[in-house]
């Protein structure tokens, strides 16, 4: 690129996880860009949708653990901005919630670089589907608050539950790991055992439901609280609909490994996907890869897979 200009940078949403849930926009700023920098949540395979030559980076950021600062991640989308025409950043959900897109946003701002926010489907919004239900039902819920269970130890008011009290629903993201000290807040300031909603995993194949009470939702997730799956929170009448028990699905679908040409292996992964599976590819011209991509499959390959296949073999 000549000397002291910017590319521009995309602002994506890759959605829940569910390869089949990205928007048509995002897909193709996928699958066109020049570099890519990708949060910890996003699919491992749709980042396998990318061009062969390019370098994909993990600036993601993982919960209770130690990991890249924004500031670092900001820095890199300058760099990337400099050497490339098409900079996709790459965040699960959608980028302007719980994203930390502002920061961003504020940062190409500064450096005169040319943005464009991606919308993607939010976490929220996939859990209740998954359970044929929205997040608003006439005459049940009317509103709906988005909310972190990341408390603030400062803060008097750790969760606003001001939907919950008029009537509505309360989705609350990241708060698994602090569900205890969450429902007990609710609690308190409410004085009511409002119907609970918790999904692990949401639209992978192996999404869990749990539907529960403020005060029994702790005691019957408790297995759950140690693992590392994320989950999101819903809390309201919605949980309670008479129809959710008869929508809950069990998933127990497989993990595939597919192996072969690269193109035609991603179609058939498609397929798998379609059909509620989950899936990762090991192409054939790995080595034709940017070496990023090389050693992202390698990591990917150490994990366990129910079945391999060739997608010759697929029918």
């Given at each position: ?22 928007t048509r926009k995002a897909e193709r700023l ?134 919950l009290i008029n009537g509505g629903t309360l ?78 699905k069990k998933c127990t679908s497989k993990k ?60």
């Open positions: 690129m000549p000397l002291n200009t910017y590319g521009k940078v995309y602002l994506v949403g890759a959605g829940p996880g569910q390869p089949e849930l990205l996928i699958r066109s860009a020049d570099i890519i920098l990708y949060d910890r949540l996003v699919n491992p395979f749709i980042l396998q949708l990318v061009r062969p030559e390019i370098e994909i980076i993990n600036v993601g950021k993982e919960a209770y653990r130690k990991h890249i600062q924004q500031q670092v991640i900001n820095e890199k989308l300058i760099s990337a901005a400099k050497h490339h025409k098409c900079v996709v950043r790459l965040k699960g959900g959608d980028p302007a919630i719980f994203g930390r897109v502002h920061e961003e946003v504020v940062t190409l701002s500064q450096a005169g670089i040319d943005f464009e926010v991606v919308p993607g489907i939010t976490t929220a919004s996939a859990a209740v589907a998954s359970v044929g239900l929205g997040l608003t039902i006439r005459n049940v819920a009317h509103s709906v608050i988005f909310t972190t269970g990341h408390l603030n130890k400062n803060s008097q008011q750790q969760v606003d539950v001001t939907a989705a609350i993201y990241m708060g698994v790991k602090q569900l205890s000290e969450i429902m007990n807040e609710i609690y308190q300031t409410t004085q009511v055992d409002y119907p609970v909603l918790l999904i692990f995993n949401v639209s992978s194949f192996n999404e869990k439901h749990i539907i529960g009470t403020v005060t029994t939702i702790v005691e019957q997730v408790s297995d759950d609280l140690e693992q590392i799956s994320p989950g999101i929170v819903i809390v309201g009448d919605i949980a309670a609909y008479e129809n959710i028990k008869s929508t809950l595939y490994l597919i192996s072969g040409p690269r193109l035609q292996a991603i179609e058939q992964a498609f397929d798998i996907y379609e059909n509620g599976g989950w899936c990762l590819i090991n192409p054939d011209e790995k080595h034709e890869l940017h070496h990023s991509q090389q050693l992202f499959i390698e990591q990917q390959l150490m994990q366990h897979f129910d079945e391999k296949i060739h997608s010759k073999d697929i029918k």
